[in-house]
């Protein structure tokens, strides 16, 4: 049996694909993002290192005040910005209104993040290293070292807010493009599967319909074949029928009010005689004469629904040198039964 095409269970998977698809492509982009920043990190690194060298041509007689002088000129904003500690203890963070909020506490307090505090442990001295920080929620690529000044440890970070680089008005763009296409991508191939599952649907109820048209007519050719069939076995001009069934037709004909009838014998010289007889009358007759065989020579022939006149003509021409008619019986009506009226007439001609 053919199985159906299940349209809901197709959309489910395309549904299905396409979600994973969405998936699978944002956290591609989150890695390209990841990635992203990774490159930005290293071109940050150099910036680090450019600032290792404005503090390391300081000179002897410089002063911590001098380090905190150079990192607080720099360029700094909410999204980018340093820091310097010394020890555990903050220096500098950002501008100085913001380093005056951390004065006294460690640096600890504002890398309170695992990550951020990851990094700063991480930190080599005069070996330059970025990674990925989380403060507050936001991420950050943060660039630092570690330096020696006057037999001291200091620690100098420079922050990237994320979004400074991955909004960038060209990046942001085709970031947006690709999530747009694949959206438009993705839509187009959850409609066209429905459109399409849909249609099949319809062309296998159309198939079910037409394979349900060609079972009802083949059935009706059935039909019409075993009637033909029937029609044949009990077609006069094509068959001739033994004495053992007259009386079954005679009760039938009686049975359907059928008339007149016009009964006539006649008797073959042989056996051969006979047959040749037979052949002549599927020539001569039509349908609506009934033959019987009742012996190896006598032959009746039944004339159903004839006018006298024209039976009795068709009666004479039968008759020739190898066949002579016995007798003939033309009954109107069947006010009594044709099987007594032809009893009678056999009895009658039998004899002879």
Not at 119 to 134: E, R
Not at 274 to 298: A, G, I, K, T, Y
Request: aromatic share 12%; charged share 25%.
């Amino acid at each position: 049996m053919r199985r159906r095409f299940n349209f809901f269970m197709i959309t489910l998977v395309v549904i299905f694909f396409a979600i994973a698809s969405d998936i699978f492509v944002v956290i591609q982009l989150r890695n390209y993002e990841t990635r992203f920043l990774e490159l930005y990190g290293s071109e940050q690194d150099g910036y680090v290192n450019v600032i290792l060298g404005q503090i390391n041509r300081l000179g002897k007689d410089a002063t911590e005040e001098d380090i905190t002088e150079i990192i607080s000129s720099l360029d700094a904003t909410a999204s980018r910005y340093w820091t310097l500690s010394k020890g555990d203890s903050i220096l500098f963070v950002k501008s100085v209104i913001e380093t005056n909020r951390y004065k006294g506490f460690t640096d600890g307090t504002y890398y309170a993040t695992e990550t951020a505090s990851d990094f700063m442990n991480s930190l080599a001295v005069n070996q330059v290293d970025h990674k990925i920080i989380y403060l507050d929620n936001d991420r950050f690529i943060a660039s630092g070292m570690i330096f020696n000044w006057h037999k001291e440890s200091y620690r100098v970070c420079l922050l990237t807010y994320d979004r400074v680089i991955l909004e960038d008005n060209i990046l942001l763009e085709c970031k947006n493009l690709i999530i747009i296409i694949l959206s438009i991508v993705l839509a187009l191939l959850v409609i066209l599967s429905m459109v399409m599952s849909r249609k099949i649907c319809r062309q296998e109820d159309h198939i079910d319909k037409q394979e349900e048209h060609i079972v009802w007519q083949n059935q009706q050719i059935a039909l019409l074949d075993e009637q033909l069939k029937r029609e044949y076995a009990f077609s006069a001009s094509k068959h001739v029928f033994k004495n053992t069934v007259l009386d079954e037709f005679l009760e039938t004909l009686d049975q359907k009010n059928v008339y007149p009838l016009h009964f006539a014998v006649f008797e073959t010289e042989s056996l051969e005689a006979r047959d040749e007889f037979f052949e002549h009358m599927q020539v001569v007759l039509d349908n609506h004469v009934l033959r019987f065989s009742m012996d190896e020579r006598l032959v009746v022939l039944i004339f159903v629904r004839y006018d006298q006149e024209v039976s009795n003509k068709i009666i004479d021409s039968l008759e020739n040198w190898n066949v002579r008619g016995l007798g003939n019986l033309y009954c109107v009506d069947n006010m009594n039964s044709y099987k007594t009226q032809f009893d009678k007439f056999w009895k009658a001609v039998a004899v002879q």
